[in-house]
């Protein structure tokens, strides 16, 4: 592998030979005579989502942009914005047609879906320090955990429209057929998809479930750890209240079975928010 003063080479060969790529906009400093860590993030990057990507884009379409970081809706940050990056670390990849959002693992590998915004339903972009919001004419997307740098470079690359109209797409998981709904079912490929309803009815019997059905299995493993601990602690609170107090003992225990209620619903929400952001496949996930 060529190294030391052809750095243009080098990254050449670490990106994917199937993939057509920008070079110039994808790594506008590497003329400098050297390589820095986030260009090499960066072409291993597009590497792993090579599967995802062979698959989804037009044959003639380019990649100008990718990073990584934790898709966001902003209600969630007062919900469960700490656990979120187990749930949603997503590898965003802009080309000359659309911003591609890939789900990945912890290790940047595609997992569970991926959606898509053509570029002509932006409406505005906008964001500060790690932080880029991308408003389309119905939505619009936090995406956070970017470095500073490559913040910046994405919001000049992305390009504002006066449309109104249109939202994110999700894409089929087998055959990358893009949708504005979330059906049951691919109309394409025949696919079949996990409901968001049965998701959230699984979290409102018991914090955890719904995502666990989803594919969330850390996510889920922590919620029901979590809902476990509390609902261990209302009977060891209810138990000996009504075995001294009677039935006014319930009234003892009562504000952490509200609590219990709340969280429960909570979940719920949250799980089917979690289902609608894209299509979750009953028979496997992305290519890897």
Known sequence: ??????????????????????????????????????????????????PVLQRALNPLEVVRFTTNGVRQLTWWL????????????????????????????????????????????????????????????????????????????????????????????????????ATDDAPLSCAKCGEVFKSPKKAALRSLLFPGLGDLYLGYRKYAMLEIIGASLLWALFLSTLVPAVMAKGLDGLLVAGPLLALLALIHIGDALLTRAKAMTGLHSKDGALPT
């Open 78 to 177: 007062l919900t469960a914005g700490s656990m979120n990056p187990f749930a949603n670390r997503t590898t965003l990849v802009l080309t000359d047609r659309r911003v591609l959002l890939i789900h990945t693992d912890s290790k940047q590998r595609p997992r569970l879906f991926a959606n898509q915004l053509p570029l002509e339903r932006i409406r505005s972009t906008s964001g500060r320090n790690s932080y880029v919001f991308i408003r389309s004419g119905r939505e619009q997307l936090m995406f956070h955990g970017v470095q500073r740098s490559e913040a910046r470079q994405l919001k000049g690359l992305l390009e504002s429209t006066a449309t109104k109209k249109g939202g994110w797409q999700n894409l089929c998981p087998h055959c990358f057929t």
């Open 1 to 50: 592998m060529p190294t030391g003063g052809q750095p243009e080479e080098e990254l050449k060969a670490l990106l994917p030979a199937s993939i057509a790529v920008r070079f110039e906009e994808m790594f506008p400093n590497v003329r400098n005579g050297r390589i820095k860590r986030r260009d090499r993030r960066r072409a291993e990057m597009l590497r792993k989502a090579e």
